[in-house]
């Protein structure tokens, strides 16, 4: 079955320094989607940035940008000036077909 | 506006009393799942529904039944509440999704229930 690893429970970052999340997944599949969701205190799921796997070229959002490594199934998301408000529960998710995984979540800090 | 709407958002029950929670989307969405989360582990996925009267059990879908007699409608139905079963839920929903990639994959959520079973 797929899986989806987030491997740093915790992040802290400096407000308007950059920070980089990691995520990792196993899949035997070639076409998938690849998502980051921010889950602020308000419990609300929030879609950040998506990444369609036949895609070379790494999504952009403003401040949010991935780094896509297909052959090394690895899945970070950087956030550049980071903002208060950034501060969240970030998820990496995995979707092929109608199977959706999520990793375990990383708590961003921000701080003033 | 397009959402996905979930009824109640907080719950507080006993164990043993069977709970209906609803969840709904004007989206027009093919695709309907519901997702418990957990401290330390994530959204897993509890059941999902690729269109009215087709639905499929996910990673854990023990202790919980659902419906899909309509297509904006997705209730998740506890019959004998456990425990174990407190947690936070999201009913979420997207257009049905291809492999082949090209089509929007993004799953719209509800704003959560928050149960707690005593």
């Known amino acids: 079955a797929q899986t989806v690893t987030q491997s740093q429970p915790e992040m802290s970052v400096q407000e308007a320094e950059t920070v980089t999340l990691s995520c990792t997944y196993d899949?035997?599949?070639?076409?998938?989607?690849l998502f980051w969701y921010k889950q602020p205190p308000s419990r609300q799921m929030i879609l950040v940035i998506r990444?369609?796997?036949?895609?070379?070229q790494n999504a952009t959002e403003n401040r949010f940008s991935v780094n896509f490594q297909k052959a090394a199934k690895s899945f970070s998301l950087k956030i550049s000036d980071s903002q208060l408000g950034d501060a969240a529960m970030y998820f990496c998710?995995?979707?092929?077909?109608?199977?959706?995984?999520f990793g375990a979540g990383t708590r961003l800090t921000v701080k003033p | 506006e397009a959402q996905v709407t979930q009824n109640p958002r907080y719950l507080i029950t006993v164990t043993g009393k069977k709970l209906t929670v609803t969840c709904s989307q004007n989206m027009n969405h093919e695709y309907m799942s519901w997702y418990r989360q957990d401290p330390g582990l994530g959204l897993r996925q509890i059941y999902y529904s690729m269109n009215v009267e087709v639905t499929d059990k996910g990673d854990v879908p023990e202790g919980y039944k659902v419906s899909r007699k309509e297509k904006r409608n997705f209730p998740l139905i506890l019959e004998s509440p456990s425990p174990n079963q407190t947690s936070l839920y999201f009913c979420a929903s997207s257009q049905l999704a291809l492999s082949t990639g090209g089509l929007y994959n993004e799953q719209f959520f509800g704003p959560g229930t928050r149960l707690t079973v005593l």
């Open positions: 899949t035997s599949e070639s076409d998938y989607y």
């Open positions: 998710a995995y979707r092929w077909n109608n199977d959706m995984r």
């Open positions: 990444q369609e796997a036949y895609k070379q």
